[in-house]
């Protein structure tokens, strides 16, 4: 038997081998993307690595006429979103201020709201402040669809080294392609620049030109349109909010107890706030015994 033989013979035993380890191969690997349906759902969360968008079926939020304290915050992001969700011209916008104040809550009833007036038409699609730097590649997969897409970043803020602020001026305006037409980005946060007013102040310090260190770090929100600022609310405003979950929810209890119980529990707590209002409407329903429905 000639070498060329003895070695054709040899190949011809691998193939089996190989064979079944394309195979075990082929059934480790991840299945392909399936193209994913946007009318599945009006909401949706972005995940990277791998890319994909998760349907949220039902969107953790209140009714956006149980927001007190926030009626002219309400009315221009309401305003800013419908003009949005017809096709017209709206701004990105930045919800900034202090916390438990109703920021993310406003937008997600906001979104809410003009999906009642407009089905089918726009969806809010939730991005986690690590994942901006992949915001282009979310934004290639929204450009061209004939739904229209509130992007949404809860607590967005940026701390010293952190370049991610860098992706996310280039996405909302400043990179060649800019914007889609069919995204809007909706953001909240504790600071009004999105910055530690230390590492601001920092860069003031430490820097050759001062000046354009600093402008460097504060352009970030000027690429936002709208700017709605938050605050602490007052002892009227705290009581609207309790009551209005009270009526809405039908619990059943005298004033004047209701509001002693309201004042002890914002002192407890050290502040009055929309979400201080909410989480003492939780405990007084479950002290009730009625169910949040």
């Not at 070695?7 to 193209?35: C, H, K, N």
């Not at 010293?160 to 980005?185: C, M, Q, T, W």
């Not at 953001?187 to 820097?207: G, K, V």
Request: glycine share 6%.
């Amino acid at each position: 038997m000639s070498q060329s033989t003895s070695t054709s013979g040899a190949d011809q035993a691998l193939v089996p081998l190989l064979t079944r380890i394309a195979e075990a191969l082929e059934r480790l690997a991840p299945p392909p993307d399936r193209p994913l349906d946007f009318g599945a759902a009006d909401a949706f969360v972005w995940h990277p690595d791998p890319d994909r968008l998760e349907a949220v079926p039902v969107v953790n939020r209140v009714d956006i006429m149980l927001l007190q304290g926030i009626e002219r915050q309400r009315e221009i992001l309401l305003d800013n979103t419908r003009r949005f969700a017809a096709g017209l011209p709206a701004n990105n916008a930045l919800l900034w201020g202090a916390r438990g104040t109703g920021k993310s809550s406003l937008v997600k009833a906001a979104h809410a709201a003009i999906c009642l007036e407009r089905p089918g038409e726009l969806a809010l699609v939730e991005i986690h402040r690590e994942d901006i730097p992949t915001l282009p590649r979310l934004l290639t997969r929204l450009k061209g669809e004939a739904r229209r897409f509130i992007l949404f970043c809860d607590d967005l803020s940026f701390d010293h080294d952190d370049a991610h602020y860098k992706s996310l001026k280039a996405v909302l305006d400043g990179g060649i392609e800019g914007r889609p037409d069919n995204v809007v980005f909706y953001a909240t946060s504790n600071r009004r620049h999105l910055m530690p007013r230390d590492m601001i102040e920092n860069e003031r310090s430490t820097a050759i030109n001062p000046a354009e260190a600093v402008e460097e770090k504060v352009s970030l929100s000027d690429r936002f349109g709208l700017w709605l600022g938050f605050h602490n609310c007052d002892q009227d405003t705290y009581f609207a909010m309790i009551e209005g979950y009270v009526r809405h929810f039908g619990l059943e209890i005298p004033e004047d107890r209701l509001r002693a119980e309201a004042v002890e529990w914002s002192v407890t707590r050290g502040s009055r706030s929309g979400r201080v209002a909410w989480q003492f409407i939780q405990d007084l329903a479950g002290r009730l015994g009625k169910p949040l429905r």
